[in-house]
């Protein structure tokens, strides 16, 4: 059995080597190895432990590779993001938003407040937030997920926006709703999406 599964192994790395494998196992290998680079910073599957870098896993695959072109075309800036972009092709953009999508999201952690939540609730339904990026906050196409992102990084994005600091797409989608926020609201709406399970 053992030596079935060597000589199956060795087959298969030939198969690679002469580009004999269907595009999709060959793509897999060469994408995990660039994935690997984005673990260093943004966790391993994509769920980041590190204080303002985001989760990437479960954001819908359009988001992704937008927010990659962004930031390639300077139109958001970021000097951790910058040097990782200057090397990445179209092709790259493409496997990487198909490859961070399809990861099971961040689940939110148990909730330290509920009171606030309850609050961060009430905001997300008065400013429909839900309308763009979906009832479940998974977000879709161009919409990023907001369930179970890191508490502090979704504050630090409101903020962003509101400064104008971010610009994201062509639509200023949401420079029109941070602008209007309150630091009581951000605090709150962004502890109730952190912790949605
Ligand atoms: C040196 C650390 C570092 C590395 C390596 C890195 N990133 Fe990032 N990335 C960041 C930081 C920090 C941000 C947040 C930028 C901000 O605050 O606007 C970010 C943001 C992003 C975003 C926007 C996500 C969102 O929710 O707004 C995407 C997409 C992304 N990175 C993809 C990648 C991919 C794909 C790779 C690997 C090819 C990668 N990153 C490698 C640090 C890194
Ligand atoms: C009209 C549609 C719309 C509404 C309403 C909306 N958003 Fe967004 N939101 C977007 C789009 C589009 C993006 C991606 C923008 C970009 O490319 O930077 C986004 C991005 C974000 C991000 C950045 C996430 C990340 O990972 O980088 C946060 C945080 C966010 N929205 C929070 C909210 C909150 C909180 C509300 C309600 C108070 C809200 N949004 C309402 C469309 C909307």
Sequence with gaps: ?????????????????LGALPAGGADNV????KAAVCSGCHGENGISQTENIPSLAGQPDQFIQWQLVFF???????????????????EDIRNLGAYFSQLAPPKGAEDDDPDL??????????????????DSFA???????????????????????????????GVAAMADVAYHMSDEEITAVSHYLAHLK
């Design 1 to 17: 059995m053992c030596r079935q599964f060597i000589s199956h192994a060795i087959t298969t790395v030939a198969l690679v080597a």
């Design 30 to 33: 060469a994408i995990k190895e």
């Design 72 to 90: 390639r075309a300077g139109s958001r800036k970021n000097e951790q993001m910058q040097p990782i972009v200057e090397e990445i092709t179209n």
């Design 117 to 134: 939540s309850k609050k961060g609730a009430q905001v997300a339904a008065g400013r429909r937030c839900a309308s763009c990026h979906t």
């Design 139 to 169: 977000g879709t196409k161009g919409v990023a997920r907001l369930s179970g992102q890191r508490e502090e990084y979704l504050v630090k994005a409101l903020y962003d926006y509101k400064a104008g600091q971010r610009v994201g797409g």
